[in-house]
């Protein structure tokens, strides 16, 4: 008679995060035939459960409808071209000390780990913040907060 191997390995539980984002595309008035995006995060820190949720074409659509209309902005360089984007909580909170930290000192490296090579939002709650899902760990990644020293 066989046995079966009934042990399961269980799988470390990580607590990832996604965030929604709302891209508008700019042209470079320096460089001619460039262009940029400015970043508003709508949703911070969002569960991973409910990725499948926000990336539904449909509920893109609502978003970028809602934004589009509620934005206002002057810029003549604004092309008209928007869209929303989820960006992974690796990426969103990709800080200097990530990307240049093989170059930097010691000192260097604790104060720039706290200062986010891209800016999505993360330090401010902007006007199209719908909700954060952890505003602890929004605060533990980064300098400032609304304009309040944090570390």
């Known amino acids: 008679m066989t046995q079966k191997n009934t042990q399961t390995i269980s799988k470390p539980k990580i607590n990832k995060t996604f965030n929604v984002c709302y891209l508008r595309e700019y ?3 320096d460089h001619q035939g460039d262009f940029f995006y400015a970043y508003e995060t709508i949703y911070r820190n969002v569960p991973y459960k409910y990725k499948d949720k926000f ?12 934004c589009d209309w509620n934005y206002k902005d002057m810029a003549s360089n604004f092309t008209r071209i928007s869209k929303v984007e989820l960006i992974d909580e690796d990426q969103y909170y990709t800080s ?3 990307v240049f930290g093989d170059t930097m000192t010691k000192d260097e490296l604790k104060r720039e780990k706290l200062h986010m090579f891209n800016d999505y939002g993360q330090s401010y709650d902007r006007q199209s913040l ?3 899902f952890n505003p602890t760990m929004t605060k533990s ?5 609304n304009g309040r020293k944090l570390h």
């Open 96 to 98: 200097y000390a990530d």
């Open 55 to 66: 990336n539904d074409k449909k509920m893109k659509m609502k978003i970028l409808k809602h």
């Open 141 to 145: 990644k980064v300098y400032s907060y």
């Open 130 to 132: 719908r909700k954060d």
């Open 27 to 29: 042209m470079d008035p």
